[in-house]
């Protein structure tokens, strides 16, 4: 998988149904240890609560999916957060909501509808952000090839890390594995070859707010 969505920075949501709570508690995790440390954080912050139904999808390539109802009635809880989930097409997630009962039974429609909607309204307060797979690409040129450098990148929307000025330019652009070709091929004709390329580190990627950050995975 050479792009996909996750969780950047996880939120909290509430919704009430029939006086019952559902509090909604999104998690980025990479791991079946993270997202149990988180499970067991929310159980420990909420412990009166009578409920703490989760689900997670870990993982790209092999991907994980776990979920639990926790005491509600079979595929009422767990699995519609995990449809949640899918439905947006997250990976390296978790989501637990935890239940206070309100006195009223709401019926199986109706805890599929709590729960699904808990779920979208903590994952509508997250930071979701676009992961992908690239390099970075050092490209060396000199002044009369930096224009025509510049414009490629630019309709092409990649991001410039460092620019370093000698006697030649020296650009380190962050660039996506499905990019690759076609950038190559722009910068040989474009500058009739004179562009020297250096692939160098592997790395993750995503636009934020903050800007461009780039992860181990």
């Given amino acids: 998988m050479e792009r996909y969505q996750t969780v950047y920075q996880g939120a909290s949501a509430e919704i009430t149904e029939k006086k019952s709570r559902f509090i909604a508690a999104v998690f980025p995790v990479s791991s079946e240890e993270e997202a149990t440390e988180a499970l067991e954080n929310i159980k420990k912050q909420y412990w009166d609560a009578r409920h703490h139904c989760w689900a997670y999808v870990i993982g790209t390539?092999?991907?994980?999916e776990r979920f639990s109802d926790d005491g509600e009635p079979g595929g009422t809880a767990g699995k519609p957060i995990l449809e949640?989930?899918?439905?947006?097409?997250?990976y390296n997630v978790?989501?637990?909501?935890?239940?206070?009962?309100?006195?009223?039974?709401?019926?199986?429609?109706?805890?599929?509808?709590?729960?699904?909607?808990?779920?979208?309204?903590?994952?509508?307060h997250s930071t979701i952000i676009t992961k992908i797979k690239g390099f970075k690409l050092k490209i060396r040129t000199d002044y009369n090839g930096l224009g025509k450098i510049q414009y490629i990148l630019g309709?092409?929307?990649l991001s410039v890390l460092d620019t370093v000025y000698t006697d030649k330019v020296e650009l380190t652009v962050l660039v996506p594995d499905d990019e690759e070709g076609f950038l190559m091929k722009e910068l040989m004709e474009g500058t009739n070859g004179q562009a020297m390329t250096e692939k160098t580190e592997q790395c993750w990627f995503a636009e934020t707010e903050e800007g461009i950050k780039i992860f181990e995975q």
């Fill in 61 to 64: 390539e092999q991907v994980t």
């Fill in 84 to 90: 949640v989930i899918r439905g947006q097409k997250l």
């Fill in 94 to 124: 978790l989501v637990v909501v935890t239940r206070y009962f309100g006195g009223t039974l709401l019926g199986t429609g109706g805890l599929v509808r709590a729960y699904s909607s808990a779920c979208k309204e903590g994952l509508a």
């Fill in 155 to 157: 309709q092409r929307g």
